[in-house]
């Protein structure tokens, strides 16, 4: 397991590492908008089936990735008006949109489900890891099932650890690389948005309030 201390100037170096991971079908853990994320290839089957190990998840619920910007969203899922606007006017890296996959997208997070779920980070080593690996990574909360997220790499490693040593199942180990911001500041998980059918539903109230949200559904309402 590769540990790296993120810093202004490392960034991209940083970035290049995690890509070559990704690329090997490897599992980063690594700062974003909101909290620490558990990142893998979210086109690949077998990547995403680690992620569910380590966080002892239950494979029927959706994973969401981050996009570097709303034309490689558009790849992997149907961008409405609506899902547009909503990218534009809502805070980058603190909204995931939940939109319907485009045909032939089987594999990784939207197998076997409808919809390809997305956020666009504000996040200097997203970015930079975005463009060094050219697909979607995911973008779930690193912790176990259950848990409350932990904002330091090394009380995600202890919960990671703990829980798979009493449920004797793959554990930290599992992890390839680790991108090491320190500790962050308490926030909540990123708000979840569906506009995948004619109206807008939010799945998840969190870094962005409801009615935030719902000033920017009256706002294209009313055009």
């Given at each position: 397991m590769e540990r790296i201390v993120l810093t202004e100037h490392n960034i991209g170096e940083a970035a290049?590492?995690?890509?070559?991971?990704?690329?090997a079908g490897g599992v980063v853990l690594y700062p974003t908008d909101t909290l620490y994320g558990l990142g893998v290839d979210a086109l690949s089957d077998e990547a995403v089936a680690k992620i569910f190990a380590v966080k002892g998840r239950n494979e029927g619920k959706p994973v969401h990735a981050i996009v570097s910007d709303i034309a490689m969203a558009g790849k992997y899922g149907e961008i409405s008006d609506a899902a547009r606007v909503f990218a534009e006017k809502l805070p980058r890296g603190q909204v995931t949109f939940v939109v319907r996959k485009k045909t032939g997208m089987d594999t990784g997070i939207s197998k076997d489900i409808p919809t390809f779920g997305f956020r666009i980070p504000?996040?200097?080593?997203?970015i930079e890891m975005l463009h060094a690996f050219g697909g979607p990574i995911t973008a779930t909360s690193a912790n176990?099932?259950?848990?409350?997220p932990q904002c330091s790499v090394d009380?995600?490693?202890?919960?990671l650890e703990e829980h798979s040593n009493v449920l004797q199942n793959v554990g930290t180990w599992n992890i390839d690389l680790i991108v090491d911001a320190g500790e962050l500041p308490a926030r909540k998980p990123s708000s979840v948005v569906d506009v995948s059918g004619t109206a807008p539903v939010i799945l998840r109230e969190g870094a962005v309030s409801r009615n935030e949200i719902e000033a920017v559904v009256s706002a294209i309402e009313s055009v």
């Amino acid at each position: 397991m590769e540990r790296i201390v993120l810093t202004e100037h490392n960034i991209g170096e940083a970035a290049e590492r995690a890509a070559t991971q990704l690329r090997a079908g490897g599992v980063v853990l690594y700062p974003t908008d909101t909290l620490y994320g558990l990142g893998v290839d979210a086109l690949s089957d077998e990547a995403v089936a680690k992620i569910f190990a380590v966080k002892g998840r239950n494979e029927g619920k959706p994973v969401h990735a981050i996009v570097s910007d709303i034309a490689m969203a558009g790849k992997y899922g149907e961008i409405s008006d609506a899902a547009r606007v909503f990218a534009e006017k809502l805070p980058r890296g603190q909204v995931t949109f939940v939109v319907r996959k485009k045909t032939g997208m089987d594999t990784g997070i939207s197998k076997d489900i409808p919809t390809f779920g997305f956020r666009i980070p504000d996040n200097a080593f997203c970015i930079e890891m975005l463009h060094a690996f050219g697909g979607p990574i995911t973008a779930t909360s690193a912790n176990r099932a259950g848990e409350v997220p932990q904002c330091s790499v090394d009380a995600i490693m202890a919960q990671l650890e703990e829980h798979s040593n009493v449920l004797q199942n793959v554990g930290t180990w599992n992890i390839d690389l680790i991108v090491d911001a320190g500790e962050l500041p308490a926030r909540k998980p990123s708000s979840v948005v569906d506009v995948s059918g004619t109206a807008p539903v939010i799945l998840r109230e969190g870094a962005v309030s409801r009615n935030e949200i719902e000033a920017v559904v009256s706002a294209i309402e009313s055009v």
